[in-house]
Nanobody, 127 residues
Framework: QLQASGGGLVQPGGSLRLTCAAS????????TSWFRQAPGKERDFVAA??????????KYSDSVKGRFTISRDNAKNTVYLQMNSLNAEDTGVYYC????????????????????WGQGTLVTVSS
């Protein structure tokens, strides 16, 4: 079970940290990611990380690169998304997702790559 939390209302320029509690998963074996969906739009990739050959690899969408950071605490079975310098375009429902299928780096941004999805947490950036 994936439980996302930490969303809320924040002013432009502010920060939030989203949390995804991954009950029943051993995160070492999973690629983990965040997606978001703005009202009336498709679900878009935000960030992902995976462990391959003992190294962690990260991928970010161009729109969040340098502002957002994905991380995880394997001991706590928790995935995080630190979001800084938020703007109105970051508004949406944020979803965490996992897969154990060792995806290649090139498909980490595709929703179809992931097998498990959380219920989403709403982030609203507004003054």
């Amino acid at each position: 079970q994936l439980q996302a939390s930490g969303g809320g209302l924040v002013q432009p320029g502010g920060s939030l940290r989203l949390t995804c509690a991954a009950s029943g998963f051993t995160l070492d074996y999973y690629a983990t990611s965040w997606f978001r969906q703005a009202p009336g739009k498709e679900r878009d990739f935000v960030a992902a990380m995976r462990l391959s050959s003992g190294n962690l690899h990260y991928k970010y969408s161009d729109s969040v690169k340098g502002r957002f950071t994905i991380s995880r605490d394997n001991a706590k079975n928790t995935v995080y998304l630190q979001m800084n310098s938020l703007n109105a375009e970051d508004t949406g429902v944020y979803y965490c997702a996992l897969t154990r299928n060792s995806p290649i780096y090139g498909v980490l941004h595709r929703p179809g790559t992931y097998d498990y999805w959380g219920q989403g947490t709403l982030v609203t950036v507004s003054s």
